[in-house]
């Protein structure tokens, strides 16, 4: 946003530069990432010259985005070597009308040692992740806190469930057995099955 377009009623979407600490403070509906403010929200700007504070409101009512410091589910779409991608559908208790892609990186995945991002989900996952950085649009995440991670998981072979077993994971139908990096109260969270219906297996949720 250049210094001529920095007045009230812009119209702005998450992650929007608004300007820089030197000219304005974070007011509400901002954050402030390596000194620049931006917006949080998809709304209008507020300027406040008198206190040169800059604000961003909410044009839709009940807009629900992700945020650092969000607590969400979602369902791990890829998994590379290093990175996971997840399709984001509830934020704290809010279910979402529409899906986010969140991103976690193994060195973001957990307290222990993991030697590949195939340690720790596999694709059809239902996991608990925090926003940690939310960056040009990107949500950053993280599952190293104890009640983050994989809320339920599918069999890699088969699509049935996995039962967490003395910190094993084995399927109910074909008895394999896999490894990941489970939430506290993992299998019973099912907060999943309300945006993606009561079925069993991985099939049914894609």
Known sequence: MGKSERKSGLFVTPGDRLGVIEEFTSGSGTYVEAGTVHSNLTGRTLLDTLN?????????????????????????????????ALRIFKIGRALLPDLFTGTLHISDSSLSYVDTMFEVCKPGDIMRARVIVHKNRTYHLSTVEKNLGVIHAFCSRCGHTLLLERRRMRCTECGKIERRKV????????????????QGSEEDIK
């Not at 504070?53 to 009940?62: D, F, Q, R, T």
């Open 52 to 84: 040169k504070k800059i604000s961003v409101y909410s044009m839709v009512h009940g807009a629900i985005v992700p945020i650092a410091g969000s607590t969400i589910i979602g369902r791990v779409a890829s998994v590379q070597n290093k990175m996971a």
């Open 183 to 198: 939430a506290s109260d993992y299998g019973k969270d099912d907060a999943w099955r309300e945006k993606n219906g009561d």
